[in-house]
Protein backbone atom coordinates (compact mmCIF):
# COMPACT_ATOMS: atom_id res chain seq x y z
CA UNK A 1 0.00 0.00 0.00
CA UNK A 2 1.06 3.18 -1.14
CA UNK A 3 0.64 7.28 -0.10
CA UNK A 4 0.29 10.32 -2.13
CA UNK A 5 0.12 14.17 -0.95
CA UNK A 6 -1.68 17.14 -2.37
CA UNK A 7 -5.20 15.99 -2.31
CA UNK A 8 -6.81 19.33 0.13
CA UNK A 9 -9.99 18.29 -1.74
CA UNK A 10 -10.45 14.69 -0.51
CA UNK A 11 -8.73 15.43 3.00
CA UNK A 12 -11.53 18.43 3.29
CA UNK A 13 -14.03 16.14 2.75
CA UNK A 14 -13.02 13.93 5.60
CA UNK A 15 -13.06 16.72 7.50
CA UNK A 16 -16.71 17.76 6.76
CA UNK A 17 -17.80 14.52 8.51
CA UNK A 18 -17.05 14.79 11.68
CA UNK A 19 -19.27 15.08 14.24
CA UNK A 20 -20.12 18.68 15.94
CA UNK A 21 -17.39 20.06 18.21
CA UNK A 22 -17.81 20.51 22.07
CA UNK A 23 -18.16 23.98 23.30
CA UNK A 24 -14.86 26.00 23.27
CA UNK A 25 -13.58 26.32 26.37
CA UNK A 26 -14.27 22.40 26.98
CA UNK A 27 -12.55 21.72 23.96
CA UNK A 28 -9.26 24.01 24.77
CA UNK A 29 -8.77 22.56 27.64
CA UNK A 30 -8.91 18.79 26.61
CA UNK A 31 -6.62 19.68 23.76
CA UNK A 32 -4.15 21.24 26.47
CA UNK A 33 -4.26 18.30 28.48
CA UNK A 34 -3.59 15.99 25.61
CA UNK A 35 -0.88 17.69 24.24
CA UNK A 36 1.00 18.19 27.38
CA UNK A 37 0.53 14.26 27.84
CA UNK A 38 1.93 14.14 24.30
CA UNK A 39 4.90 16.17 24.68
CA UNK A 40 6.05 14.08 28.13
CA UNK A 41 5.88 10.92 26.35
CA UNK A 42 7.17 11.59 22.88
CA UNK A 43 10.95 12.06 24.17
CA UNK A 44 10.35 8.11 25.99
CA UNK A 45 9.30 6.79 22.28
CA UNK A 46 11.82 4.31 20.75
CA UNK A 47 13.01 3.43 17.59
CA UNK A 48 13.56 -0.19 16.62
CA UNK A 49 16.96 -0.32 15.69
CA UNK A 50 19.38 -3.62 15.12
CA UNK A 51 22.51 -4.04 16.43
CA UNK A 52 24.87 -6.66 15.70
CA UNK A 53 25.28 -9.80 18.28
CA UNK A 54 28.19 -11.76 18.67
CA UNK A 55 27.72 -13.59 15.66
CA UNK A 56 27.21 -10.46 13.95
CA UNK A 57 23.76 -11.36 13.02
CA UNK A 58 21.39 -8.25 14.00
CA UNK A 59 19.65 -8.41 16.78
CA UNK A 60 16.11 -6.49 17.19
CA UNK A 61 16.35 -3.94 20.03
CA UNK A 62 12.45 -2.49 19.85
CA UNK A 63 12.79 -0.25 22.87
CA UNK A 64 9.53 1.14 24.76
CA UNK A 65 7.30 2.27 21.87
CA UNK A 66 3.73 4.21 22.80
CA UNK A 67 1.36 4.52 19.39
CA UNK A 68 -0.38 6.40 22.36
CA UNK A 69 1.57 9.21 22.46
CA UNK A 70 2.07 9.61 18.87
CA UNK A 71 -1.24 9.16 18.24
CA UNK A 72 -2.33 12.58 20.55
CA UNK A 73 0.26 14.68 19.04
CA UNK A 74 -0.60 13.70 15.38
CA UNK A 75 -4.48 14.54 16.73
CA UNK A 76 -3.54 17.87 18.75
CA UNK A 77 0.04 19.47 17.28
CA UNK A 78 1.14 17.27 14.33
CA UNK A 79 3.97 19.55 14.01
CA UNK A 80 5.54 18.26 16.78
CA UNK A 81 6.24 15.38 15.79
CA UNK A 82 8.83 16.82 13.26
CA UNK A 83 9.16 15.66 9.52
CA UNK A 84 7.84 12.35 8.92
CA UNK A 85 7.78 10.37 5.82
CA UNK A 86 4.98 7.94 5.01
CA UNK A 87 5.06 5.51 1.77
CA UNK A 88 7.35 4.62 -0.78
CA UNK A 89 9.46 7.10 -2.68
CA UNK A 90 7.43 7.01 -6.09
CA UNK A 91 4.13 7.30 -4.37
CA UNK A 92 4.84 9.28 -1.13
CA UNK A 93 4.70 11.64 1.01
CA UNK A 94 6.43 14.24 3.20
CA UNK A 95 4.61 16.11 6.19
CA UNK A 96 6.42 19.18 8.24
CA UNK A 97 9.54 18.68 5.99
CA UNK A 98 12.95 20.61 6.78
CA UNK A 99 14.98 22.58 4.21
CA UNK A 100 18.03 22.00 3.23
CA UNK A 101 20.76 24.53 4.60
CA UNK A 102 23.21 26.78 2.89
CA UNK A 103 26.88 25.79 3.81
CA UNK A 104 30.67 26.14 3.12
CA UNK A 105 31.14 22.72 1.44
CA UNK A 106 28.34 22.72 -0.73
CA UNK A 107 25.89 24.93 -3.20
CA UNK A 108 21.89 24.09 -2.75
CA UNK A 109 20.97 24.64 -7.23
CA UNK A 110 17.36 25.01 -6.32
CA UNK A 111 15.64 26.04 -2.40
CA UNK A 112 12.50 25.36 -3.95
CA UNK A 113 13.17 22.04 -4.41
CA UNK A 114 15.42 20.66 -1.78
CA UNK A 115 13.10 19.94 1.18
CA UNK A 116 13.31 16.62 2.91
CA UNK A 117 13.64 15.02 6.66
CA UNK A 118 16.13 15.93 9.06
CA UNK A 119 17.59 12.38 9.00
CA UNK A 120 17.78 13.28 5.00
CA UNK A 121 19.74 16.17 5.60
CA UNK A 122 21.88 15.19 8.75
CA UNK A 123 23.27 12.24 6.09
CA UNK A 124 24.05 14.03 3.47
CA UNK A 125 25.80 16.63 4.82
CA UNK A 126 27.85 14.34 6.94
CA UNK A 127 28.48 12.40 3.91
CA UNK A 128 29.68 15.75 2.61
CA UNK A 129 31.85 16.79 5.60
CA UNK A 130 33.44 13.30 5.46
CA UNK A 131 35.15 13.97 1.74
CA UNK A 132 36.29 17.62 3.38
CA UNK A 133 37.86 16.09 6.29
CA UNK A 134 39.83 13.65 3.91
CA UNK A 135 40.75 16.13 1.59
CA UNK A 136 40.54 19.88 2.86
CA UNK A 137 39.56 22.66 0.73
CA UNK A 138 37.63 20.65 -1.84
CA UNK A 139 35.68 22.18 -3.99
CA UNK A 140 31.77 22.53 -3.27
CA UNK A 141 29.42 19.87 -4.23
CA UNK A 142 26.19 20.41 -5.94
CA UNK A 143 22.90 19.36 -4.02
CA UNK A 144 19.84 19.07 -6.10
CA UNK A 145 16.62 17.94 -5.58
CA UNK A 146 15.39 16.66 -2.35
CA UNK A 147 11.87 16.45 -2.14
CA UNK A 148 8.34 19.61 -2.66
CA UNK A 149 7.85 21.31 0.32
CA UNK A 150 4.41 19.81 0.23
CA UNK A 151 5.70 16.42 -0.25
CA UNK A 152 4.07 13.95 -3.27
CA UNK A 153 5.28 14.17 -6.79
CA UNK A 154 8.01 16.67 -7.95
CA UNK A 155 7.90 17.38 -11.62
CA UNK A 156 9.43 15.08 -13.36
CA UNK A 157 10.35 12.82 -10.98
CA UNK A 158 8.66 9.19 -10.21
CA UNK A 159 10.09 9.08 -7.01
CA UNK A 160 11.38 11.74 -4.90
CA UNK A 161 8.01 12.30 -2.95
CA UNK A 162 8.64 11.26 1.07
CA UNK A 163 12.08 13.55 1.72
CA UNK A 164 13.87 10.35 1.78
CA UNK A 165 15.77 10.74 -1.86
CA UNK A 166 18.69 13.41 -2.66
CA UNK A 167 20.64 14.48 -6.29
CA UNK A 168 23.53 14.97 -5.56
CA UNK A 169 26.43 15.77 -8.03
CA UNK A 170 29.79 14.69 -8.42
CA UNK A 171 33.73 16.11 -7.89
CA UNK A 172 35.20 17.05 -11.40
CA UNK A 173 38.73 18.08 -12.43
CA UNK A 174 38.15 21.21 -13.31
CA UNK A 175 36.97 22.15 -9.52
CA UNK A 176 33.81 23.81 -8.36
CA UNK A 177 30.54 23.71 -10.68
CA UNK A 178 27.43 25.67 -10.07
CA UNK A 179 25.38 22.47 -11.29
CA UNK A 180 24.63 18.80 -12.42
CA UNK A 181 27.17 18.69 -15.87
CA UNK A 182 27.21 15.58 -17.79
CA UNK A 183 30.57 13.52 -16.46
CA UNK A 184 32.73 11.36 -18.98
CA UNK A 185 34.88 9.40 -16.23
CA UNK A 186 37.72 11.65 -17.42
CA UNK A 187 36.08 14.33 -16.27
CA UNK A 188 35.51 13.02 -12.40
CA UNK A 189 37.86 14.02 -9.57
CA UNK A 190 37.96 10.12 -8.77
CA UNK A 191 39.72 10.18 -5.40
CA UNK A 192 36.94 12.75 -4.00
CA UNK A 193 33.78 11.33 -5.84
CA UNK A 194 34.73 7.68 -4.40
CA UNK A 195 34.90 9.18 -1.03
CA UNK A 196 31.90 10.89 -1.45
CA UNK A 197 30.00 7.35 -1.92
CA UNK A 198 31.82 5.40 0.30
CA UNK A 199 30.83 7.82 3.11
CA UNK A 200 27.15 7.59 1.89
CA UNK A 201 27.87 4.29 2.61
CA UNK A 202 29.65 3.61 5.76
CA UNK A 203 28.46 6.61 7.75
CA UNK A 204 24.29 6.74 6.57
CA UNK A 205 21.42 5.00 6.82
CA UNK A 206 22.03 4.28 3.06
CA UNK A 207 19.32 2.21 0.82
CA UNK A 208 20.55 2.52 -2.99
CA UNK A 209 22.90 4.73 -4.72
CA UNK A 210 21.83 5.22 -8.25
CA UNK A 211 24.35 5.91 -11.46
CA UNK A 212 24.90 5.36 -14.80
CA UNK A 213 27.09 1.86 -15.38
CA UNK A 214 30.43 3.90 -16.94
CA UNK A 215 30.93 6.06 -13.83
CA UNK A 216 30.44 3.03 -11.65
CA UNK A 217 33.02 1.65 -13.33
CA UNK A 218 35.38 3.95 -12.65
CA UNK A 219 34.47 4.05 -9.10
CA UNK A 220 34.86 0.90 -8.63
CA UNK A 221 38.64 1.16 -10.35
CA UNK A 222 39.10 3.68 -8.09
CA UNK A 223 37.99 1.97 -4.78
CA UNK A 224 40.15 -0.98 -5.65
CA UNK A 225 43.15 1.35 -7.01
CA UNK A 226 43.40 2.39 -3.12
CA UNK A 227 43.54 -0.64 -1.53
CA UNK A 228 39.31 -1.62 -0.50
CA UNK A 229 38.71 -4.77 0.47
CA UNK A 230 37.75 -6.36 -3.02
CA UNK A 231 34.86 -8.94 -0.90
CA UNK A 232 33.04 -5.45 0.51
CA UNK A 233 33.45 -4.15 -2.88
CA UNK A 234 31.66 -6.58 -4.66
CA UNK A 235 28.63 -6.58 -2.22
CA UNK A 236 28.21 -2.91 -2.62
CA UNK A 237 28.61 -2.96 -6.06
CA UNK A 238 26.17 -5.91 -6.30
CA UNK A 239 28.70 -7.97 -8.31
CA UNK A 240 28.05 -10.92 -6.41
CA UNK A 241 24.00 -10.75 -6.35
CA UNK A 242 21.49 -7.72 -7.53
CA UNK A 243 21.19 -6.37 -3.82
CA UNK A 244 24.23 -3.94 -4.33
CA UNK A 245 23.52 -0.84 -2.78
CA UNK A 246 25.73 0.47 -6.15
CA UNK A 247 23.27 0.11 -9.26
CA UNK A 248 22.84 1.59 -12.58
CA UNK A 249 20.37 3.80 -13.32
CA UNK A 250 19.84 5.64 -16.77
CA UNK A 251 20.26 9.36 -17.46
CA UNK A 252 22.45 9.48 -14.23
CA UNK A 253 25.72 10.66 -15.68
CA UNK A 254 25.08 13.63 -14.19
CA UNK A 255 24.66 13.43 -10.93
CA UNK A 256 23.99 9.97 -8.60
CA UNK A 257 20.70 9.65 -6.75
CA UNK A 258 20.51 8.83 -3.56
CA UNK A 259 18.16 7.45 -1.62
CA UNK A 260 18.00 6.61 2.61
CA UNK A 261 15.90 4.99 5.37
CA UNK A 262 14.60 6.97 8.02
CA UNK A 263 14.39 5.17 11.70
CA UNK A 264 12.56 8.16 12.84
CA UNK A 265 10.77 9.79 10.21
CA UNK A 266 9.36 6.76 8.89
CA UNK A 267 8.78 5.00 12.17
CA UNK A 268 6.87 8.07 13.26
CA UNK A 269 4.96 8.69 10.08
CA UNK A 270 3.96 4.87 10.33
CA UNK A 271 2.50 5.04 14.08
CA UNK A 272 1.26 8.37 13.22
CA UNK A 273 -0.70 8.40 9.80
CA UNK A 274 -4.01 7.11 10.08
CA UNK A 275 -4.85 9.95 13.12
CA UNK A 276 -3.32 12.38 10.64
CA UNK A 277 -5.64 11.14 7.64
CA UNK A 278 -8.63 10.81 10.43
CA UNK A 279 -8.14 14.97 11.20
CA UNK A 280 -7.37 15.85 7.79
CA UNK A 281 -3.74 16.97 8.52
CA UNK A 282 -2.23 14.45 5.53
CA UNK A 283 -4.48 13.18 2.44
CA UNK A 284 -5.28 9.59 2.29
CA UNK A 285 -3.17 6.49 0.70
CA UNK A 286 -3.38 5.64 -2.36
CA UNK A 287 -2.51 2.23 -4.70
CA UNK A 288 -0.62 1.46 -7.69
CA UNK A 289 -2.23 0.66 -10.96
CA UNK A 290 -0.89 -0.88 -14.58
CA UNK A 291 -3.19 0.08 -17.40
CA UNK A 292 -4.67 -2.78 -19.46
CA UNK A 293 -5.94 -1.74 -22.96
CA UNK A 294 -8.89 -0.12 -22.67
CA UNK A 295 -8.71 1.27 -19.40
CA UNK A 296 -9.78 5.32 -18.70
CA UNK A 297 -9.40 7.45 -16.01
CA UNK A 298 -13.08 7.07 -15.63
CA UNK A 299 -13.04 3.61 -15.62
CA UNK A 300 -10.38 3.95 -12.73
CA UNK A 301 -11.78 6.82 -10.93
CA UNK A 302 -15.30 4.68 -10.27
CA UNK A 303 -13.42 1.09 -9.31
CA UNK A 304 -11.59 2.68 -7.18
CA UNK A 305 -13.99 5.37 -5.51
CA UNK A 306 -12.00 8.35 -6.42
CA UNK A 307 -12.23 11.26 -9.27
CA UNK A 308 -10.93 11.74 -12.91
CA UNK A 309 -9.02 15.21 -11.07
CA UNK A 310 -7.57 13.48 -8.19
CA UNK A 311 -5.95 10.92 -10.22
CA UNK A 312 -4.72 13.03 -12.80
CA UNK A 313 -3.51 15.22 -10.13
CA UNK A 314 -1.43 12.56 -8.29
CA UNK A 315 0.16 11.60 -11.76
CA UNK A 316 1.05 14.77 -12.79
CA UNK A 317 -1.43 14.63 -16.25
CA UNK A 318 -1.83 17.48 -18.71
CA UNK A 319 -4.46 15.39 -20.21
CA UNK A 320 -6.60 12.15 -19.44
CA UNK A 321 -4.63 9.69 -21.75
CA UNK A 322 -3.52 6.73 -20.19
CA UNK A 323 -0.44 4.20 -21.90
CA UNK A 324 -1.30 0.88 -21.53
CA UNK A 325 0.95 -0.75 -19.53
CA UNK A 326 2.08 1.68 -17.60
CA UNK A 327 1.57 1.76 -14.10
CA UNK A 328 -0.45 5.13 -12.63
CA UNK A 329 -0.99 6.10 -8.79
CA UNK A 330 -4.78 6.00 -7.83
CA UNK A 331 -5.74 8.37 -4.50
CA UNK A 332 -7.96 5.74 -2.38
CA UNK A 333 -9.96 6.79 0.76
CA UNK A 334 -9.52 3.73 3.20
CA UNK A 335 -6.54 3.95 5.54
CA UNK A 336 -4.26 0.47 4.96
CA UNK A 337 -3.31 -1.86 7.70
CA UNK A 338 -0.34 -1.35 10.08
CA UNK A 339 2.33 -3.19 8.11
CA UNK A 340 4.33 -3.13 11.56
CA UNK A 341 7.73 -1.42 12.15
CA UNK A 342 10.19 0.12 9.91
CA UNK A 343 13.50 -1.71 10.76
CA UNK A 344 16.57 -0.59 8.74
CA UNK A 345 19.10 -2.93 7.96
CA UNK A 346 22.80 -2.90 9.20
CA UNK A 347 25.28 -1.04 7.73
CA UNK A 348 27.32 -2.66 5.03
CA UNK A 349 30.87 -1.89 6.33
CA UNK A 350 34.22 -2.65 5.22
CA UNK A 351 36.21 -5.60 7.80
CA UNK A 352 37.85 -3.28 9.23
CA UNK A 353 35.04 -0.69 10.55
CA UNK A 354 32.60 -3.78 10.96
CA UNK A 355 35.09 -5.16 13.52
CA UNK A 356 35.21 -0.99 15.23
CA UNK A 357 31.16 -1.26 15.27
CA UNK A 358 30.93 -4.68 16.91
CA UNK A 359 33.69 -3.68 19.73
CA UNK A 360 31.68 -0.63 20.45
CA UNK A 361 28.35 -2.19 20.58
CA UNK A 362 29.27 -4.22 23.16
CA UNK A 363 31.56 -2.30 24.69
CA UNK A 364 35.44 -3.28 23.96
CA UNK A 365 37.55 -2.36 22.27
CA UNK A 366 38.46 -2.93 18.66
CA UNK A 367 41.62 -4.58 19.73
CA UNK A 368 39.55 -6.99 22.07
CA UNK A 369 36.55 -7.71 19.40
CA UNK A 370 39.39 -8.71 16.69
CA UNK A 371 41.21 -10.66 19.32
CA UNK A 372 37.96 -12.72 19.94
CA UNK A 373 37.19 -13.35 16.39
CA UNK A 374 40.35 -14.77 15.45
CA UNK A 375 41.50 -11.98 13.40
CA UNK A 376 44.80 -11.28 15.63
Same mark, same amino acid.
Given at each position: ????? #????????????????????????? %????????????????????????????????????????????????????????????? !??????????? !????????? $????????????????????????????????????????? $?????????????????????? !????????????????????????????????? $????????????? %??????????????????????????????????????????????????????????????????? +?????????????? +??? #??????????????????????????????????????????????????????????? !?????????????
Amino acid at each position: MLWAA #GLPALAAEASDTRPPAPPAALQRAA %ASSEAALAAALLPAVALPVALPGDDGVPVADDGPLDPAALAVAARHDPVALGPLSIGTPDA !GLLLNPAPFPE !GPFWTVRDS $RESWATDETIDFIVDAIEAVEARYPGSPRVVVGDLSDATGG $RLGRHRSHQAGRDADIGFYYRR !GEVSSFLVARPKDLDLPRTWALARALVTETDVE $RIFLDRSLISVLY %AQAVAEGEDRGWLDDIFGRTSEKGIIQHVRRHKDHMHVRFFNRRAQEYGRIAYPTLVETGSAPPPVV +KHRVRPGETLGLLA +KRY #GTSVSAIRAANGLRSTRLRAGRSYTIPIRRTPPDEGPVLVPLRRLPPEMAVQAVARAHG !GTTEDQATASGQR
